[in-house]
């Protein structure tokens, strides 16, 4: 008992953290427009509905590891970076093709095989794919991961256990081989929900040292990535893009959707649209309140409605209420339900 309680003594003493401790600071792979990103021995969530870009910001990443800056990212290190892309989503011809066409492109010259390490896991059981991940790892030494998608290593999304489990692995990992391990999670399928997927997605939000969020607009085609979290620099501007005839991405100056939105809809229009699309209702689904304003306002771009519902919740039009992650209600706010005026004696 005495010698298993001095093992614990000695291991708190190990892991104990004292103002005279020397912990070198963080190592950062990127500068994007100057501020410090992507940092080794940390992980870094990248999310978005589907089809939002997240596949072109890993490609941005790759590119600037051993090429020139791309958008304003830019590689601390002189020396390039050594990488491994996990891809568990895309069939195997894609994944070349973006390795060649794409990242090739941007870097002015073929990815080598001596600094690229891409591996294609669709095919491979789901149960096997995370021992993969973490050989090859172990085995290849990476500078930055980019590890699209972590769902693809888990049988349920929503099991706390797993999620716990995973997260973990890859903690060690990005610690013990000091990389920065980018974990690729969709957002949940509602339009207005930007949370990420199930308790795999709560536990990676809670464990990363940053969280990137990609958007695409519908009508505009301009592509969006912001930071939306970090533990220590701000990236306090969206990047957008656009992509080119060649399929590359390319800087290009737009007008924010949210600024136009805003701009356009004052409170009394974002309260009569809502009003007339609750149609007397007490509380509707977030899905058929999206139906009714979009079929009203004749609107055909998601973004659009998104800066009308994010107006109206400022506002206190609406009064949002979650059951569940997939579950969404809205409800009228204080400034859609007008006082009624006694003039009586």
């Not at 989503?89 to 390795?99: F, G, M, N």
């Not at 979290?229 to 080119?244: E, G, M, S």
């Not at 100056?253 to 009003?275: C, G, L, M, W, Y």
Request: glycine letters at 8%; proline letters at 4%.
């Amino acid at each position: 008992m005495e010698t298993e309680q001095m093992s614990i003594f000695e291991q708190l003493d190990k892991l104990r953290i004292t103002s005279r401790s020397e912990i070198p600071p963080h190592d950062f792979l990127y500068t994007w427009n100057g501020v410090p990103c992507f940092a080794r021995g940390e992980l870094v969530a990248v999310t978005g509905k589907a089809k939002s870009g997240k596949t072109y910001l890993n490609s941005i990443l790759m590119g600037a590891a051993g090429g020139p800056d791309v958008l304003g990212l830019k590689r601390i290190r002189e020396k390039p970076l050594r990488v491994v892309w996990i891809d568990t989503e895309q069939s195997a011809d894609s994944t070349h093709e973006i390795l060649r066409d794409r990242i090739g492109a941007m870097m002015g010259t073929e990815a080598s095989d001596e600094a690229y390490h891409v591996f294609n896991l669709r095919q491979v059981r789901w149960q096997d794919r995370m021992t993969l991940v973490l050989a090859a790892i172990a085995i290849c030494m990476p500078d930055l991961v980019i590890f699209d998608g972590i769902r693809d290593v888990v049988g349920d999304i929503n099991n706390y256990e797993e999620a716990q489990n995973t997260i973990g692995q890859l903690l060690k990992a990005a610690s013990e081989f000091k990389t920065c391990i980018v974990c690729v999670l969709h957002q949940n399928k509602a339009a207005e929900d930007k949370t990420l997927r199930g308790a795999l997605g709560t536990e990676l939000q809670n464990k990363s040292f940053e969280t990137y969020e990609c958007k695409k607009d519908p009508e505009t085609r301009i592509f969006s990535i912001q930071q939306t979290a970090t533990r220590k620099y701000d990236l306090p501007n969206k990047i957008q893009f656009c992509v080119d005839k060649e399929g590359l991405p390319v800087g290009c100056a737009s007008v924010e959707p949210e600024q136009v939105n805003h701009a356009d809809t004052s409170q009394p229009e974002v309260k009569e649209i809502f009003r007339a699309a609750m149609m007397g209702h007490s509380e509707m689904r977030a899905g058929a309140l999206k139906a009714q304003v979009m079929m009203r306002q004749n609107l055909r771009s998601d973004s659009i409605y998104g800066g009308l519902l994010g107006a109206a919740l400022q506002q206190g039009v609406l009064i949002r209420r979650a059951v569940s992650d997939r579950e969404v209600y809205y409800q009228p706010g204080p400034q859609m339900i007008e006082p009624q005026l006694d003039f009586g004696g």
